[in-house]
C-alpha cells in the first residue's frame, strides 16, 4: 500500500470537531474542526494570543474542550476520546516554554539523563518506586544521541543553556518512540546558528517518522518536511491545507493584521512585513 493510502486508513493523530474553549468568561477556541493524519507534519502559525498554544494544551489533554449540546466527542487522538494521560504521553511527546521552565527550575535540579529516562513514568525525574530496566537505560541513551546531547549527561538542567535544555527535553519526548511530537514554539530563545541545528535535528525526527505538529509564529521555521498548515485567527481557523496554498502574502496579511510578504528560498519560507 502506498504511504499516503495507508494514512488514509489509519485513524487521524487528531479529529477535532467545533471543539470551543472557554478560559474565565472569554472564548479562547471558538468551535475549531481540524483534522491531522499520522505522518502530515503541520505547522500551526498564528499571531499573539490566537489560540495556538491553547489548541495544543487541548491536544495533550492539559485543558478541555466545552461539552457539546448534543454529547458527541468534540476531539479523538488516534481515533479515540478516552485517554489516560501517560498513555498518551507515550504516543506523542510534548515539548513547550511551560514544560522547559518546570524542567530548569534550579530550586528542584534535575539531572540530565534523570530528566530523560524518567520519560518512562510521566515523573519529573525518578523515584524510589520507579524500576528503570536497562532497556529504558539504553533507549534513554538513544533518545539523548539522537539530538546530539550526549555530552550533557551529569549536568543539571537548569545549569544548560536554552538551546541544550530544549535537546534533553526533545529526548525526553522521544524516550517512548512516540509516534508524534507536539513542539511549543521550539526555537524560542535559540540564537541563529543553534535555530538552524535544531532544525535540522527535527528534520532527522520526520525523517524518520515521527509526525511533527509545530507551533510557531515565524514562517522561517517551517520546515521543508511541513507540507500542511494550519492559520489561526481569534481561536480560529483561517486557513488549512499544503504550504504552497496557504503560505502567501494575502494569507499571512490577514493572519497578522500588517501588510507581509512572502518569499521562498531552499524549501524554506520568509515572511517581512510591508
Ligand atoms: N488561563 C487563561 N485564562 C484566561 N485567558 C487565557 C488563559 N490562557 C490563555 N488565555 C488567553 O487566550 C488567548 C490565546 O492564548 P494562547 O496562549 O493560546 O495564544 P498563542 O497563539 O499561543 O499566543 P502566543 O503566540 O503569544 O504564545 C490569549 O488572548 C490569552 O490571553
Given at each position: ?19 470551543s ?16 493524519s499520522?505522518?502530515?507534519?503541520t ?8 489560540g495556538?498554544?491553547t489548541?495544543?494544551k ?32 507515550s504516543?506523542i ?5 511551560a514544560?522547559?521552565?518546570?524542567y ?45 546531547a ?9 545549569s ?18 512516540p ?20 532544525l ?38 483561517l486557513?488549512?491545507g499544503?504550504k504552497?496554498?496557504?503560505l ?8 497578522f ?9 531552499d ?5 517581512s512585513?510591508?
Amino acid at each position: 500500500m502506498n504511504p499516503d493510502a495507508s494514512r488514509l486508513q489509519s485513524p487521524p493523530l487528531l479529529a477535532m470537531h467545533e471543539a470551543s474553549v472557554l478560559r474565565g468568561d472569554r472564548l479562547i477556541l471558538d468551535r475549531l474542526s481540524l483534522r491531522l493524519s499520522v505522518g502530515q507534519h503541520t505547522a500551526i502559525l498564528g499571531a499573539n494570543g490566537s489560540g495556538k498554544s491553547t489548541l495544543i494544551k487541548l491536544i495533550a489533554r492539559q485543558i478541555y474542550p466545552l461539552a457539546r449540546a448534543d454529547g458527541a466527542a468534540t476531539i479523538q487522538v488516534f481515533g479515540r476520546d478516552r485517554w489516560n494521560v501517560s498513555e498518551l504521553r507515550s504516543l506523542i511527546g510534548i515539548v513547550s516554554p511551560a514544560v522547559q521552565t518546570d524542567y530548569t527550575n534550579e530550586d528542584a535540579p534535575l539531572e540530565v539523563f534523570d530528566a530523560v529516562v524518567s520519560g518512562f513514568f510521566a515523573a519529573r525525574g525518578l523515584w524510589t518506586e520507579h524500576a528503570v530496566t536497562n532497556v529504558m537505560r539504553q533507549d534513554a541513551l538513544e533518545a539523548l544521541s539522537q539530538v546530539d546531547a550526549s555530552h550533557l549527561t551529569g549536568r543539571h538542567l537548569g545549569s544548560l543553556s536554552t538551546g541544550e535544555a530544549r535537546r534533553v527535553l526533545i529526548a525526553r519526548a522521544l524516550v517512548h518512540r512516540p509516534r508524534a511530537l507536539l513542539l511549543d514554539e521550539p526555537c524560542t530563545g535559540l540564537d541563529p546558528a543553534n535555530r538552524r541545528r535544531f532544525l535540522e535535528t527535527l528534520r532527522k525526527l520526520a525523517q524518520h517518522g515521527v509526525t511533527l505538529v509545530l507551533v510557531t509564529h515565524h514562517v522561517e521555521e517551517i520546515l521543508p518536511e511541513i507540507d500542511h498548515v494550519v492559520v489561526l485567527r481569534e481561536g480560529r481557523v483561517l486557513h488549512a491545507g499544503n504550504k504552497a496554498s496557504v503560505l502567501t502574502s494575502e494569507a499571512l496579511t490577514q493572519a497578522f493584521g500588517m501588510p507581509m510578504h512572502v518569499a521562498q528560498q531552499d524549501g524554506y519560507y520568509h515572511a517581512s512585513v510591508g
